[in-house]
């Protein structure tokens, strides 16, 4: 309560004289109430001299020359222990501005909100002279007025089509004879791609009631990838094992995605081998007919190349007996020769006796 009193002594002691008040004001608190706050304050003693306390006063506006001109509703505030604290009119004006200006971010920040809502761009890949569709699955339950068809480029937007009385209007050289509309025009068909057409596109879709919908493409255009050759290197076989190591491979001058491998055994599903263009493989039991198949892929296109391990590993054997064969013939083939020229001399000697 000491303190309660000091600050009110603190106002009426820093008060200036204001305008008189109109007469229809309420009076102000007696002078000899403000001038024993004062003495109070300068004994020390911070309590109130009489019992009337100013929320005894009516909620108005007081002007008076030794106290100052605040609302009396202002004066006291309770505090969560029952005591009363002085609130003073600049601390009440700052908490009203503070609410009123929270008030007003809170429904700015809600209005962005909604008015910069923009739907993720739509994903597409083409290949490089092929054709692609930029299309969006449109709920129409009101009527096309026209569809404007744009592209972005460096945060720039130009003009490219607009389909509008059942018609499109190409608006961009760039992409004369390249374009068809379809479904209202809601769908672009983009013919012989180029790699500069990976852009994003932007469909500004009109109805009859006026509301605009907006949807964006992000269109990547990929080089085809070229069909890969494996190699097959190093096969030895003996009557166990058959070890070979296989290359996968793609033309230098094309650009070649990524390389992986797959195997499967007949009847099942590919499965992931080893995302490495080379692989060596060693196998025991060669009655399992497994296929090792290479795919090249990137994101817009994908080919492939396989071999069969047991094609691989018969044809090691083959070729082993097949040189063992030769080798057996060409060690024969001398004595052979010598036993013939034997023979032969054996039998004119015997003719001539």
């Known amino acids: ?6 600050l009110t002594g603190k106002f009426a002691e820093n008060y200036r004289p204001s305008l008189p008040q109109p007469a229809s004001t309420p ?3 007696p002078r000899d109430e403000v001038r024993g706050w004062q003495e109070a304050r300068k004994r020390g003693n911070c309590r109130l001299p009489v019992s009337r306390k100013m929320d005894s006063y009516p909620p108005a506006t007081f002007t008076d020359p030794l106290v100052p001109a605040f609302p009396a509703a202002w004066a006291y505030e309770r505090s969560a222990a029952g005591t009363q604290k002085p609130l ?22 809600s209005l962005l909100l909604v008015s910069g809502r923009q739907e993720a761009p739509l994903q597409v890949t083409g290949l490089l002279n092929q054709s692609v569709s930029l299309s969006h699955h449109l709920q129409q339950t009101v ?9 972005e480029h460096n945060g720039d937007a130009f003009k490219l089509a607009e389909y509008k009385d059942s018609s499109l209007i190409i608006q961009n050289s760039r992409f004369a004879n390249r374009l068809e509309a379809s479904h209202g025009g809601t ?57 070979f190591t296989l290359h996968c491979s793609v033309p230098r001058n094309v650009s070649p995605g990524s390389v992986s491998w797959l195997y499967r055994y007949e009847g099942s599903e590919y499965q992931h081998y080893t995302g490495r263009s080379t ?5 025991q039991n060669m009655m399992d007919n497994m296929e090792l198949l290479c795919l090249v892929q990137n994101p817009g296109d994908k080919k492939n190349q396989s071999v069969y391990v047991h094609d691989i590993c018969l044809y090691s054997m083959w070729s082993v007996f097949g040189k063992t064969c030769w080798i057996k013939l060409y060690l024969f083939l001398p004595i052979l020769a010598i036993l013939t020229i ?5 039998t004119k000697k015997t003719s001539l006796q």
């Not at 003073?88 to 920040?109: A, C, F």
């Not at 009527?143 to 592209?151: D, S």
């Not at 034997?342 to 054996?346: A, D, E, M, R």
């Open 342 to 346: 034997i023979l032969l001399l054996v």
């Open 27 to 29: 009076l102000p608190p």
């Open 143 to 151: 009527p096309l007025k026209r569809v404007v068809w744009e592209l």
């Open 279 to 283: 692989v060596e493989i060693s196998l």
């Open 88 to 109: 003073s009119p600049d601390t009440h004006n700052m908490q009203g501005k503070t609410s009123e200006g929270i008030t007003i971010l809170l429904m700015l920040l």
């Open 187 to 243: 769908t672009l068909r983009i013919r012989e791609l180029r790699m500069e057409d990976s852009e994003v596109y932007k469909s500004l879709i009109t109805f009859r009631n006026a509301d605009i919908k907006t949807v964006y493409f992000n269109l990547t255009v990929y080089e085809p990838v070229p069909v890969p050759n494996i190699e097959i290197e190093a096969v030895t076989d003996n009557k166990t094992w058959c070890n």
């Open 1 to 6: 309560m000491a303190e309660d009193s000091c």
